[in-house]
């Protein structure tokens, strides 16, 4: 089975910076292009980045400059550097990932969640 584990969220103040990972683990065959995503209260959730396998990322106008993605593919793991964090990047923070596993289907999954709470 497929899991998608996201850690490093916490409280920072603004200006601060946090380093967010997401780890897929199971039986996986191949991970294909991850993303990022974040919901704040009372909102839609909303994209924030995606990075493909060979390390090309897409990143949203809201957090150009201060947010980079990263991946080490040995370790199935997407990185989030998030730096100059403002208030407004508080939310909910989830990967979403194409996987195919050994067995099962090529699908996306995504993580439980982390949170981000930037305070002033």
């Known amino acids: 089975q497929v899991q998608l584990v996201e850690s490093g969220g916490g409280l920072v103040q603004a200006g601060g910076s946090l380093r967010l990972s997401c780890a897929a683990s199971?039986?996986?065959?191949?991970?294909?292009?991850m993303e990022w995503h974040r919901q704040a209260p009372g909102k839609q959730r909303e994209l924030v980045g995606s990075?493909?396998?060979?390390?090309?990322?897409v990143i949203a106008d809201s957090v150009k400059g201060r947010f980079t993605f990263s991946r080490d593919n040995t370790k199935n793991t997407v990185y989030l550097q998030m730096n100059n964090l403002k208030p407004e990047d508080t939310a909910v923070y989830y990967c979403?990932?194409?996987?195919?596993?050994?067995?099962?289907?090529?699908?996306?999954?995504w993580g439980q969640g982390t949170q981000v709470t930037v305070s002033t």
């Open positions: 979403a990932g194409a996987i195919r596993p050994w067995i099962g289907t090529y699908r996306i999954y």
């Open positions: 990075i493909t396998s060979g390390g090309s990322t």
């Open positions: 199971g039986s996986i065959r191949s991970v294909d292009d």
